[in-house]
């Protein structure tokens, strides 16, 4: 580094940065400096990572405060890894991989368990240490009576009495302890033992969780809470998104950094996830299993209010029955019911919800307020008598109180079920399903559409916080969504590697809308073209499309024609590891897809592992219900009857597509082409199908990259692609 060079250099592990990279690097900086926000997009290759930690590594040293870089990819989190190795190679910092309790746990127990033990260990602990200061006490008055005479011998011997009994009653405690109290041995080595090894080794680099675990259980000490231990002002600490955006888990994370959310410099990655990542810790559910549990508890607990607390949650038990019989064939035997949750539409425009209103009309009593309190308390009381009577070691395991989850529940039910932005709603699946047997149950469950309420609050009360993403345009749509306020940095770079190394082609076939993808015709160009794609591409290629079903329903037709490639497919809640990694050991293959599976981002195929991609059609989301009261919360709260389709239908679907096309051209020297199938992505379905186009929706620097080609074109342009590239072994195919 040189003399001119910024300071915040200093943290960067390569010899130059990139010209783009070096600028983006001046402006997060600046933005720092003066509390901003950073939207930063770049393409696979700009590098965003370091862009944003440099700067943010730099001003945290300066300013005393902690780097948080978090993301919901577990590749990205390997990555952020390599990264802070090579930065404290050069520029040594304190770092901790931090990952939840569940996957760290040497004795495999939850997190309630985890906390009595903890509590019980720690007790042990003090009354030992208590012992041990008495015992010390004891052996100097000792000394004391037998080295004096007199009065001062009498004096010595009389406190040292004192001592005694007060040694024997704590004696009497560290056996009741171990003899009634379950402990942690892991934990008990935490406090007893001398851990300056431990953290020695954890910031002589950057350790990732498997490491600490592996350290930890060769030592019999607890890696999590020595983690958390170490936590306390480190420079840098990669977690995932849930210890941001889960409000209880927030609340914890800050105060083991030691840090005040606004010493807190937050990097989100993939930052295109967040909007659905706020929903998912914002839900909140109750199914009709926890309360018959709670009621099954009420009806053995002696205790006046278990009556009006078993009436109250029995009444809203029948009320979800009631929402959902005779309106998913459960009267019929429920044959439409399956493994999975399915949602059963209760919200009314004009009035509340279905479920709130049967539950109005169901009950009886002094008032349902008043026996919602009674069960509340009684659930509060219930569940401090599990943990203590866990505690004691009267229960191997902690006893969740089903009361006061359902208690609490139906208390958020009855605020906020018709709060603008929830949506409530009736979910129902079918428990044994291989057997065919089983009774179908229900869930209430309250949905938060807008993901504001979760992250304004968040990102307002961080310093700042850079959220990247290779597809985080259009920013303004990222701005509303997220509740950003103030003066936002926003940064944009395009494809860095050679334009002439790729092609994007827009093929004008046919519109893949719901209602034609089962004409017969339309399968036949469609799947016509992709055989042309993969009988041109001079490697492996991918082909994601709106649904698991269409990608099996092109996988078969693909196998009626002539072509010479190893076919894969994708099925729905299979472990897609394995068959990314048989795939990409072929060089002639095609894997079909979903958009909205787990291969489209997030994952890198690099060279001949994937040289084409396809996106087949336009792959909107399936539109229901709750989908679409996300469309209507977002008319509400921007004021625009546009907003909802855009904001949480279009512009996401367009994102996926992006980040689909971003898995091939992962290098300088790698190439690739990228196909859009479907008209709707040409320039001229901007005049012909207006409202159906979304070429419009794409970065003007992608749109000017696209090539308008006819589905039987397709095949001479990828020929003289790929010719110009030379990329095939001996003579190209035929077209």
Request: with cysteine.
């Amino acid at each position: 580094m040189s003399r001119e060079d910024p300071a915040y250099l200093r943290f960067f592990p390569y010899d130059e940065p990139y010209d783009h990279q070096r600028e983006a690097m001046g402006e997060i900086h600046r933005a720092f400096a003066d509390g901003n926000d950073v939207l930063l997009e770049g393409a696979c290759g700009t590098g965003k990572t370091l862009a944003a930690l440099v700067p943010a590594l730099e001003h945290a040293r300066e300013h005393d405060k902690t780097v948080v870089i978090t993301t919901n990819v577990h590749q990205q989190m390997r990555q952020f890894v390599e990264d802070a190795r090579a930065i404290t190679r050069q520029e040594p910092i304190r770092s901790v991989v931090f990952r939840g309790k569940g996957s760290m746990c040497h004795i495999d127990v939850d997190y309630n368990e985890c906390q009595t033990l903890r509590d019980a260990t720690r007790d042990l602990v003090d009354a030992e240490g208590d012992r041990a200061d008495l015992e010390r006490q004891q052996r100097e008055l000792l000394e004391q009576s037998q080295e004096s005479a007199g009065s001062g011998e009498r004096e010595a011997a009389q406190q040292r009495s004192a001592i005694m009994d007060e040694l024997g009653a704590v004696e009497e405690r560290v056996g009741d302890i171990r003899e009634e109290r379950a402990t942690c041995d892991h934990y008990y080595n935490n406090l007893t033992t001398d851990t300056d090894d431990f953290f020695a080794w954890l910031f002589d680099d950057v350790r990732t969780p498997d490491d600490v675990y592996e350290y930890a259980e060769s030592a019999t000490l607890c890696g999590y809470e020595l983690l958390k231990e170490g936590m306390e002002g480190v420079d840098l600490v990669v977690c995932n998104y849930h210890h941001l955006l889960d409000p209880m888990i927030r609340e914890q994370f800050f105060r083991w950094l030691g840090r005040d959310p606004e010493d807190v410099l937050a990097v989100f990655d993939e930052a295109h996830n967040v909007e659905n990542a706020a929903r998912d810790h914002a839900r909140r559910t109750l199914t009709e299993t926890t309360l018959s549990q709670a009621l099954d508890e009420l009806d053995e607990t002696d205790d006046v209010r278990a009556n009006p607390a078993a009436n109250v949650l029995g009444t809203f038990r029948t009320a979800l029955q009631a929402s959902y019989e005779g309106r998913v064939g459960v009267a019929a035997g429920g044959t439409e019911v399956g493994e999975h949750w399915e949602d059963v539409a209760i919200d009314n425009a004009d009035r509340k919800d279905d479920l709130t209103l049967a539950f109005l009309q169901e009950y009886t009593g002094p008032g349902f307020h008043e026996d919602l309190d009674q069960a509340l308390s009684l659930g509060a009381d219930l569940d401090d008598r599990y943990a203590e009577a866990f505690s004691n070691g009267e229960t191997a395991t902690r006893q969740e109180c089903q009361t006061l989850q359902a208690a609490e529940f139906l208390q958020e039910w009855l605020a906020e079920s018709d709060a603008e932005g929830q949506y409530p709603v009736v979910s129902v699946r079918r428990r044994d399903v291989p057997q065919g047997q089983g009774d179908v149950y229900g869930r209430a469950e309250l949905y938060t559409c807008i993901p504001s309420a979760v992250t304004s609050e968040l990102f307002s009360e961080l310093h700042a916080t850079v959220l990247m993403s290779a597809t985080l345009q259009p920013f303004d749509v990222t701005r509303d969504v997220l509740g950003l306020e103030g003066e936002i940095t926003e940064l944009a770079y395009g494809e860095q590697f050679p334009e002439e190394r790729r092609r994007t082609f827009a093929v004008d076939g046919p519109a893949l809308f719901a209602s034609k993808r089962d004409d017969r015709a339309t399968q036949d160009v469609v799947a016509g073209t992709l055989a042309d794609a993969v009988r041109m591409t001079p490697g492996n290629t991918l082909a994601f499309f709106p649904s698991y079903a269409e990608a099996e329903r092109y996988h078969e037709l693909l196998g009626s024609l002539d072509v010479d490639a190893t076919r894969f497919l994708d099925r729905p809640a299979t472990q897609a590891r394995d068959l990314r990694e048989e795939f990409v050991d072929g060089d002639n293959a095609i894997l079909c897809t979903s958009l909205w599976g787990t291969l489209a981002e997030g994952v890198s195929y690099d060279g001949d592992d994937a040289r084409t991609v396809v996106v087949v059609g336009v792959p909107y989301p399936h539109l229901d219900e709750r989908m679409e009261a996300v469309q209507a919360a977002y008319d509400t709260a921007f004021d625009d009857d546009d907003a909802g389709w855009r904001y949480a239908v279009e512009i996401p679907t367009v994102r996926k597509t992006r980040q689909a096309v971003g898995r091939v051209v992962r290098s300088p020297e790698d190439f690739g082409a990228r196909i859009l199938l479907d008209k709707r992505y040409t320039r001229d379905a901007e005049l012909e199908m207006r409202e159906y186009a979304v070429r419009g929706t794409f970065p003007a620097a992608e749109r000017s990259e696209m090539v308008d080609i006819a589905p039987a074109k397709l095949k001479f342009a990828m020929l003289n692609f790929y010719t110009d590239m030379d990329a095939y072994d001996g003579a190209p195919p035929e077209p």
